[in-house]
């Protein structure tokens, strides 16, 4: 009997399937805070984005995986910086940068840098000369990965176009254009656009901008980027203005203002119509 039970008792466990090497139960909860909070922040929703982050922050925390703490700082801190808190961005970019490169995480490590990088350089805090070679130095390092990679290639755009080097730094948003329209990232292919139609603006090409802010309306549209459809309209108002077409200028923000609205951002509504230029009085 003893001897039935016992083979019994092997058979029963050799039937129990093997358990996995690793959980990840808390990393994929934290990852999916990440990829919701990145998508409230493409939309402007900035302080929803951060209850998000701040939410992932405490999983990563608890998980102790440097991998997972670097990547929801790099969120947390353009998130910050988006916000206008920009000493505790520094604080949080500078201790991912830390950890990324105590802990041996390479390609975090150039992503940290490229993504403070582009912040400073939005805020014109930083010398472009200076951002271009940190972009040459860290790009090929992020080519493991396809978004970090395309982000390299929009701070090198940026960039160049402070530069005045209006031709590369197209050509560069368009290599971050081909993987964001490859793989479906809506938002990002927008705001591609949008960055393409600053830079022909600036260049002079009125036409070509106003081609790329219609593309930049169709890819927020498809995302319903309430956020960036305002944003496109604003800047459809600009490039009427410098055209010399005040009253379709007008209509473009008129149009901003009202989306602005819908999301409850009365301020930013109230910038674009301060924009708005009386037409009879320069027709006089």
Known sequence: ????????????CSSVPKRPPQVFTIQSMADTLIGQANKEADQGNFNEALLMLNEAWRLAISTDRPALRIRVNLARASTLYSLGRTDEAERIWRGAEIEAEFSGEDLLFSACRIYRARS????????????LAL????????????????V???VKGIAEKELGRYADAEKSIMNAL?????????EQAAYDWYLIASIRS???DFRGAMDALDRAIT???RAENTFGLAMDWAAIGDVYLKMGNARAANISWRRSAEIFRAMDKEAMAKEVESRIVPVESRQR
């Open 1 to 12: 009997m003893a001897v039935f039970l016992l083979a019994f008792l092997l058979a029963s």
């Open 120 to 131: 400073l350089l939005l805020a014109g805090k930083v010398d472009p000369e200076e951002t």
């Open 135 to 150: 972009v040459i130095e860290e790009q090929n390092k992020l080519k493991k990965d396809k978004l970090f990679y395309a």
């Open 152 to 154: 390299s290639w929009t």
């Open 178 to 186: 081909s993987t964001h329209t490859r793989d479906n990232y809506l």
């Open 202 to 204: 600036v260049a002079g």
């Open 219 to 221: 890819f927020d549209r």
